[in-house]
């Protein structure tokens, strides 16, 4: 078991204060005890990233943008190390969390590069003045982040805002407080980057409610960075609006993966496998809804069957060949199994799995999913998918419309034409056309529509989030004033 109780941040020692237990979710033991900081702690954090601002902010963008490289590479040294803490702390396969090790590196050093990117321009203007837009750090950013893929959707989070100029206070999930917090104060540190630039605040769930009004209410914080479910991001969404306050909020998703009867049944089934069952289907880009036209819809079904029912269920830190390891918590456990339940009460047909044993949900496939059921609706965030037949691609782009939230969605067909007209009309965010909704790129604007968030993060469209962008000009033409005056 690790012990972070003698970790200071927020300018108060740990040592001797209230801690949490961080659980390991496949086995259910002590991974790590944990600080529990309460309001007080979040306002020191806001006071000493505010205190930093001003030198951090002032630094020439090139010793900004060579502090991000230095993250970058702190991280590089312990990707193995990092990717074990993601099995133990998460949950997750061995090769969910080597990916997130090498993926996460990638955005720093895409943060840098930004810095080196042009942060405004010249306007023509009527009276000719040097007509200038440029752009400025806000100052002290939050930054929520989630538990599923706590060190990219962290690093995503973050980098930019840090590479413009900002100071972070940031609160991990209490689910992963470790790879989704602590460990980038380890980092950073290692990196030599100033004191109070990155503030980590670790809390219980008893402790988020105030922890998270605090890091949204007080005044010196500028923008918010969260990703999360929707429910919690419409709240703090309107918290933000209320105060004023610039936010970016990436939520939830439902999304659809569209086979056509022209798609290559090998990268069909391959992206629906991958796309359904990846970290048990815990990730807001998971496939939810597979629309197969009728043509196609048998041959395909066999064989994602075959597909799926070759992953091993299992602790993924007993042995790395099980890729589908225990859903994070009881709660979610439950509410996928209420879904599943649901579903099958209703008239579903498990074609594939079905089995849960506590937090370990087999990978399922069901048909005969309608629009009165559960699954069919809420996001699931679990490995249950349902699979459903269509005749047109009208009635498929309808099907997979038919929800509330719009976060990324696939399209599998040999007719790149097709693929667009179709992406085209998908109320999505995101759309890819023969690979899986599950798709990122350190430098893309990535983001959703509906519920599923607004903003977007990533690359120059996080650069635009939390930077002030400002109007200045010189007066070199003689513009006259009315004579009156």
């Known amino acids: 078991m690790r012990d972070y109780r003698e970790m200071s941040f927020a300018n108060r020692p740990m040592a001797a204060r209230k801690t949490f237990s961080d659980f390991n979710p496949a086995d259910g033991s002590v991974w790590a005890e944990i600080p529990d900081m309460d309001r007080q702690d979040a306002r020191a954090a806001i006071d000493r990233a505010q205190a930093a601002f001003p030198e951090w902010s002032a630094l020439p963008f090139n010793k900004r943008a060579r502090y991000m490289i230095k993250v970058a590479e702190a991280l590089e040294k312990r990707q193995l190390e990092i990717a074990e803490a993601l099995v133990g702390e998460g949950g997750g396969w ?32 009527e009276h000719g003045k040097v007509s200038m837009v440029v752009r400025r750090p806000m100052g002290v950013v939050s930054v929520i982040s989630p ?21 972070i206070v940031l609160k991990p999930s209490e689910e992963t407080p470790y790879t989704g917090g602590l460990v980038y104060a380890e980092i950073f540190a290692e990196a030599g980057i100033p004191e109070g630039v990155l503030n980590v605040v670790t809390c219980s769930r008893g402790n988020v409610q105030e922890v998270g009004d605090e890091l949204i209410e007080n005044p010196l ?50 992206a629906a496998n991958f796309g359904s069952f990846m970290h048990q289907g815990q990730i807001c880009m998971s496939v939810e809804k597979i629309l197969v036209q009728e043509d196609i819809f048998e041959p395909f079904l066999a064989r994602f069957i075959e597909r799926a029912s070759m992953l091993k269920v299992g602790d993924p830190s007993k042995d790395k060949s099980n890729v589908i390891g225990p859903l994070i918590n009881d709660k979610q456990a439950a509410k996928v199994k209420d879904q599943l339940d649901d579903a099958v009460a209703r008239g579903a047909k498990v074609v594939l799995g079905g089995g849960v044993d506590g937090r370990y949900i087999e990978p399922t496939i069901l048909v005969g999913v309608t629009p009165e059921m559960k699954i069919y609706q809420e996001e699931t965030f679990g490995p249950v998918i349902p699979v459903f037949p269509f005749k047109t691609d009208d009635e ?28 085209e009309r998908l109320e999505t965010g995101m759309c890819h056309i023969n690979c899986s909704p599950i798709n990122d790129e350190p430098h893309v604007p990535f983001g959703g529509v509906k519920a599923s968030g607004v903003g977007r993060q990533g690359g120059l469209w996080s650069t635009e989030t939390f930077t002030e962008t400002r109007w200045i000009t010189l007066e070199r033409g003689g513009r006259a004033f009315p004579p009156v005056f």
């Open 94 to 125: 061995f090769g969910k969390g080597m990916f997130e090790a090498t993926f996460t590196p990638e955005i720093f050093y895409t943060a840098a590069a930004t810095n080196y990117a042009p942060i405004g321009e010249i306007l023509p203007s």
């Open 147 to 167: 538990w599923n893929v706590p060190l990219l959707l962290t690093g995503r989070g973050m980098a930019f805002a840090l590479a413009a100029g900002n100071t």
């Open 221 to 270: 914080v500028k923008g918010i960075s969260f990703t999360g479910s929707s429910a919690v991001g419409r709240h703090i969404a309107a918290k933000c609006g209320a105060h004023l306050k610039k936010c970016c909020v990436e939520l939830g998703g439902k999304d659809a993966l569209i086979v056509c009867e022209d798609a290559d049944m090998e990268r069909a089934t391959a």
């Open 396 to 423: 498929a782009i309808a099907i997979a419309n038919d929800t509330q939230y719009g976060l990324s969605s696939g399209v599998i067909t040999r007719d790149e034409k097709r693929g667009l007209a179709i992406a």
